[in-house]
């Protein structure tokens, strides 16, 4: 059977496990933006906080995946064979681009717009919400960006620890030795991941201040 | 310029033996001992060098620093009396190189104040367009346009018209011509001038520039280490003997003398 008729056969089901893949990474990606801005505000003026918190993201990041796989699995209550361990790992790696980009973001705004927005009688939040966070927008975008592609091809391999998602296409296929079931995982996770980049790109465009 | 119907609304700032003290490392006084009262619709100039203390004197004004020593009084009430937010929305604030919201439209910008006070739709639009008229800018031509699009004195414009849009009967500028190159900020003090003569608001303005200071104040303060050295009004300021007075005086000297 070749490659393509199988693609076409077993359409349901990839499109199914796509499915599966991406919610794992919108549900990684929603909880890792929920701690990395709020952590990303915190320590623009924390200088000693901002080098533990960058210091830690940093560590994660560097972590080869299935390493970080191996040290949650024994974690109770976070750990363990499934879709909980996954997630933690995704948002551990999607952590340091979110957070180094909203610090940056944040840094990077002009001191005298907000010397203006306080002087002219700003609250805190509508400093926040209206000033700070739309400038710093297309910088934490970007890192969302970033984050989200890191998280798709991290994903894959997630399907080694009972995660599902595109890569048990994959490792199915290479135990198997079908070319129509590795290209089953790894068209839709390359088209997703070009997919994401793509979309992200034009957002992180249109927030940009111009 | 201190008639007593000026005097009597009551938009007055009183500072009484304020020192400013920065937390943190620098133990070292930026200002010490201020006694000084703005008259109601008074034109103060806060002249000095760099690090003389000007600029933090401006910003106890509108509590944007904290006194450590003495009170400020806007309106007969303390700045720490102040809730901060009300204090501020009725002190209208320009600073060098305008500080414009870069992703505001300059009617955005402009109408911010009024924006935060809540004033309905079309009362804001209608404000708008009278303030970009009254600096110098057509509304249909520069209303829509975001601060990158426009040339450093139409910014300062905006930053002028947006200080004035919620009318505050007090004005702070930190060398608000201090980045302009001398032609067009020449033109912006002649402007800025007439304008504050017609709006008769409190002004207070920090500047290097003894020449701006003689065009635009009623009276002048000079500030050297954070203490008040010389004060008198306008016309008999250069009349006064202190050294950096003198000095002052001698860069002046020095202006006029450059080839234009």
């Known amino acids: 059977m070749s490659a393509w008729s199988f693609l076409l056969e077993h359409r349901g089901e990839i499109l199914g496990t796509t499915a599966e893949h991406l919610v794992l990474v919108l549900v990684a990606m929603i909880i890792a933006i929920l701690i990395g801005v709020p952590l990303g505000l915190l320590i623009v003026h924390r200088p000693a906080l901002r080098a533990i918190a960058l210091g830690i993201a940093n560590i994660f990041q560097t972590i080869p995946s299935l390493a970080l796989f191996g040290f949650l699995i024994p974690i109770p209550f976070i750990g363990g064979i499934g879709k909980r361990t996954a997630i933690v790992a995704l948002v551990l790696y999607a952590l340091l681009p979110i957070l180094r980009n909203t610090y940056v973001g944040l840094t990077e705004i002009d001191p005298a717009v907000l010397e203006s927005a306080e002087a002219m009688g700003m609250t805190r939040s509508q400093i926040l919400f209206r000033v700070r966070l739309p400038l710093a927008g297309a910088f934490i975008l970007a890192g969302v960006r970033t984050a989200t592609i890191i998280s798709i091809g991290v994903a894959t391999i997630a399907a080694a620890i009972g995660a599902g998602g595109l890569g048990t296409f994959i490792f199915r296929g290479v135990a198997l030795v079908s070319n129509g079931l590795l290209l089953a995982g790894a068209i839709p996770a390359a088209l997703l991941a070009l997919l994401a980049d793509f979309l992200l790109g034009l957002v992180e465009r249109r927030l940009r201040v111009t | ?260």
């Not at chain 2, 000007?54 to 944007?64: A, D, F, Q």
């Open chain 2, 1 to 260: 310029m201190h008639s007593p119907a000026l005097r009597a609304n009551g938009n007055s700032i009183e500072f009484q033996n304020v020192s400013f003290r920065p937390s943190g490392e620098r133990p070292r006084e930026i200002v010490s001992d201020i006694t000084l009262t703005v008259a109601s619709g008074e034109t103060l100039a806060l002249l000095g060098r760099s690090g003389s203390g000007k600029t933090s004197l401006l910003k106890l004004i509108n509590g944007l620093l904290t006194p450590s020593k003495g009170k400020i009084l806007i309106k007969q009430k303390a700045t720490t009396e102040w809730d901060p937010i009300r204090l501020r929305r009725g002190i209208g604030y320009v600073i060098q190189e305008a500080g414009l919201f870069p992703h505001f439209t300059v009617a955005e910008n402009v109408g911010l104040v009024p924006t935060l006070e809540r004033w309905p739709r079309p009362r804001i639009e209608e404000r708008v367009a009278e303030m970009l008229q009254l600096v110098g800018l057509a509304p249909e031509e520069f209303a829509k346009r975001r601060p990158r699009q426009l040339s450093g004195g139409q910014r300062q414009r905006v930053g002028v018209a947006r200080a004035l849009a919620a009318d505050p009967p007090i004005l702070l500028l930190d060398e608000p011509f201090g980045a302009l190159d001398p032609v067009t900020r020449a033109e912006l003090q002649r402007e800025f001038g007439a304008l504050a003569r017609q709006l008769r608001k409190t002004i207070v303005f920090v500047t290097h520039d003894l020449r701006e200071a003689l065009l635009l104040a009623s009276h002048i303060v000079l500030l050297q280490s954070g203490r008040i050295v010389a004060s008198a009004p306008r016309d008999e300021f250069l009349q006064l003997e202190h050294a950096e007075v003198r000095a002052f005086a001698a860069s002046l000297l020095n202006q006029a003398g450059e080839p234009a």
